[in-house]
């Protein structure tokens, strides 16, 4: 386990899947990420790479032949190396290896730097085609953030507020893969209530969030998050089924639709990067 931390937070993390394992604030005492129990969920922070979601058939067709991918992909099973560590910074990086070419044909180089800014956590992803022709891929968050996280509290106290959207519209999953129903929520205020029976029929995925924060506050303290992202054209909602967290979800990537032909080509949110090329994203969480 590698901790970075600074006046404010202390943050651990893990070189196997370079995940974030905890979330800790010095001011308010407080955890803030999911303790990963495996009666609901074992995981904290998986980064999805090189797919988000399911692909149909678990599988996918590139230039005639097809390959065979689970859920998320690969990345968050492999340990990534670490580049640098340091007090309030740290930098880990994965690349394809002869495992991962036989079920993801493209070279890469995943990295995955973690930064301290006073109260806030930044985590950046770094994507840079290392091969000779077009690189194709999708990338996505998914942090569990405790609910409650304190003991004045229970789930149903717990509210998402948006800081642009009035109203939410998701797209129905089906056996993990996007079908062509949709559903609205009307929003208090800009508020969402969290419930269990909002994440029974699996996460909600979105495709058109106006918002680039989320906020998850609680009716009984102060106490809570603010959660920033830019440049994300899909954004996933979920938690396991009555289990005590919630997953804030940005992703340029989205799960096969039911009709799709599992050409990687043609997926939904698919990203095409040219040889030599980089591409970056980020994401941040400021606790209180």
Request: glycine share 6%; net charge negative.
């Amino acid at each position: 386990m590698i901790t970075l931390e600074n006046d404010y937070i202390k943050v651990s993390l893990a070189a196997k899947g370079a995940e974030l394992q905890g979330l800790f604030s010095k001011e308010t005492k407080l955890e803030y990420l999911w303790n990963a129990n495996p009666k609901y969920w074992a995981k904290h922070s998986p980064v999805l790479f090189p797919i988000v979601g399911s692909l149909k058939n678990n599988s996918f067709v590139y230039q005639g032949k097809y390959y065979e991918l689970p859920r998320h992909g690969f990345a968050r099973d492999n340990v990534f190396n670490f580049e640098k560590i340091s007090g309030s910074e740290g930098i880990f990086t994965l690349t394809q290896n002869a495992d991962t070419l036989k079920t993801y044909p493209f070279y890469f180089e995943l990295k995955l730097k973690y930064q301290l800014i006073d109260r806030k956590l930044k985590l950046t992803y770094e994507v840079k085609n290392t091969g000779t022709s077009e690189l194709l891929f999708s990338i996505g968050a998914h942090p569990a953030f405790a609910v409650p996280n304190t003991p004045d509290t229970v789930y149903e106290d717990y509210y998402l507020a948006f800081n642009a959207d009035e109203q939410l519209t998701f797209w129905k999953l089906e056996d993990g893969l996007v079908t062509n129903e949709t559903k609205n929520i009307a929003l208090n205020a800009h508020k969402l209530k969290l419930t269990h029976e909002l994440f029974y029929n699996d996460a909600l995925v979105f495709k058109n969030l106006q918002s680039n924060s989320i906020s998850l506050l609680n009716t009984k303290n102060d106490n809570g998050l603010h959660f920033n992202f830019e440049e994300f054209p899909f954004f996933g909602i979920w938690a396991a089924p009555d289990a005590p967290f919630v997953c804030l979800e940005p992703w340029c990537g989205v799960a096969d639709g039911v009709n799709h032909n599992q050409e990687l080509s043609g997926k939904e949110g698919i990203i095409k990067l040219g040889a030599g090329e980089t591409w970056s994203r980020f994401w941040e969480v400021v606790c209180f």
